[in-house]
């Protein structure tokens, strides 16, 4: 079900007639020393070559290992609270594994995914429970890890009880990319549990497809089942080099999220994560990105672009120069196509 060794990775890519030189496996093998190597076999079985958009998401590379830039908790999560971080007034967020189909090779915790420290104990969320409950300005929990739909069904079941018990929160996101990397765990008996729970709070789920390759008739089937029930989906993605990172890709990318009825929510620039910097290109790449979305495709295809700042400053959203406040109050305009525009309010 998941590839977790060089060997096991090296027999795989075999079948597939893929061959790694012995300077390649021995790289492998460095890397996953210290950032293990995890995917889902349905997730590996979309890669078709080499160095291809699957394949960079997935497979370790050496400049893991050979770039002193970034940090590991670049957005100074860890607190006196294990496994929660309150950064915002009113909502949290919960940390509830630390397992994934699919150990992303640019992820935010590289720090923590995959250690050998089993998932967060009963205990350390039930002190983490008690915080939301004692803030009453907490309304919004999202949910994450790893992958909270990697738990049990009955251990999330568990978590989503409590948090239900707890009267001032309004709404409950589950942060996943099991739709992407594992469609097959939307299974019935999971569908059924999130369906009994998808109210007072609402239940939200973000996902995170990246490529419009990882669009399939699998991972639409999983997130129709979940639209089945209620739920609303949004998806989440970041620009990677080697990825994703044109203008036409995301146009493609998010009118596939829309026709299988998930919104495009946000696109993000990469987190400075040490062991990323392959990953990370000039911010220039999301304003342009933005511009080739803006008036070109659907508004409801069109996300927010933001940076998580360093040091943990929160999101702030990042937009393309299309106005110039003047001092009397009007503004000068650009649309999509560049030409201008003056709105006006005084003559």
Same mark, same amino acid.
């Given at each position: 079900m998941f590839i977790t060794t060089v060997q096991n990775l090296k027999e795989?890519?075999? /079948?597939?007639?893929?061959?790694? %030189?012995?300077? !390649?496996?021995?790289?492998? /093998?460095?890397?996953?020393?210290?950032?293990?190597?995890r995917i889902s076999d349905y997730y590996f079985s979309l890669i078709e070559e080499k160095g291809d958009v699957i394949w960079n998401q997935c497979i370790p590379r050496i400049e893991e290992l050979n770039s002193e830039f970034g940090n590991e908790d670049p957005l100074n999560e860890e607190n006196e609270i294990p496994f929660l971080t309150h950064r915002y007034p009113d909502r949290c967020?919960?940390?509830? %594994?630390?397992?994934?189909?699919?150990?992303?090779r640019f992820c935010t915790r590289k720090r923590k995914?995959?250690?050998?420290?089993? *998932?967060?104990?009963?205990?350390?969320?039930e002190k983490a429970l008690n915080y939301i409950e004692n803030h009453k300005e907490i309304r919004d929990v999202i949910l994450s890890g790893g992958d909270p739909l990697l738990l049990s069904v009955e251990t999330l079941e568990r978590?989503?009880?409590?948090?239900?018990?707890?009267?001032h929160i309004e709404m409950i996101r589950i942060g996943t990319r #099991?739709?992407?990397?594992?469609? /097959?765990?939307?299974?019935?008996?999971?569908?059924?549990? $999130?369906?009994?729970?998808? &109210?007072?709070?609402?239940?939200?789920?973000?996902?995170?497809?990246e490529h419009p390759k990882e669009i399939t008739k699998e991972s639409k089937k999983a997130c129709e089942k979940l639209i089945d029930i209620g739920i609303p989906?949004?998806?989440? %993605?970041?620009?990677?080099?080697?990825?994703? *990172? &044109? @203008? !036409?890709?995301?146009? /493609?990318?998010?009118?596939?999220? $829309? %026709?299988?009825? #998930? &919104?495009p929510y946000y696109l993000y620039q990469?987190?400075?994560?040490?062991?990323?910097?392959?990953?990370?290109?000039?911010?220039?790449e999301g304003l342009d990105i933005i511009q080739g979305l803006r008036g070109h495709t659907s508004g409801m295809a069109? @996300?927010?672009? #933001?940076?998580?700042?360093?040091?943990?400053?929160?999101?702030?959203?990042?937009?393309? *120069?299309?106005? &110039?406040?003047?001092?009397?109050?009007? #503004?000068k305009m650009k649309n999509y196509e560049g030409k201008d525009f003056k709105y006006n309010f005084k003559n």
């Open positions: 795989k890519l075999g /079948e597939k007639n893929i061959f790694l %030189s012995d300077e !390649e496996i021995t790289n492998l /093998e460095e890397v996953t020393k210290k950032y293990p190597l967020l919960l940390l509830i %594994s630390n397992t994934c189909a699919m150990y992303c995914v995959g250690e050998v420290v089993k *998932n967060p104990t009963r205990k350390g969320i978590i989503l009880i409590d948090l239900r018990k707890i009267e #099991v739709p992407c990397t594992m469609p /097959e765990r939307i299974t019935d008996k999971l569908c059924e549990m $999130l369906k009994r729970h998808n &109210k007072n709070p609402i239940l939200y789920i973000n996902t995170h497809f989906l949004g998806n989440q %993605s970041i620009i990677l080099k080697d990825v994703n *990172n &044109k @203008p !036409e890709i995301f146009k /493609e990318l998010n009118r596939k999220l $829309l %026709s299988i009825g #998930v &919104k990469p987190d400075l994560v040490k062991g990323t910097s392959h990953f990370i290109g000039n911010v220039k069109v @996300p927010h672009f #933001v940076i998580d700042a360093p040091g943990g400053g929160g999101k702030i959203p990042i937009l393309p *120069n299309y106005t &110039k406040l003047q001092k009397n109050g009007n #503004v």
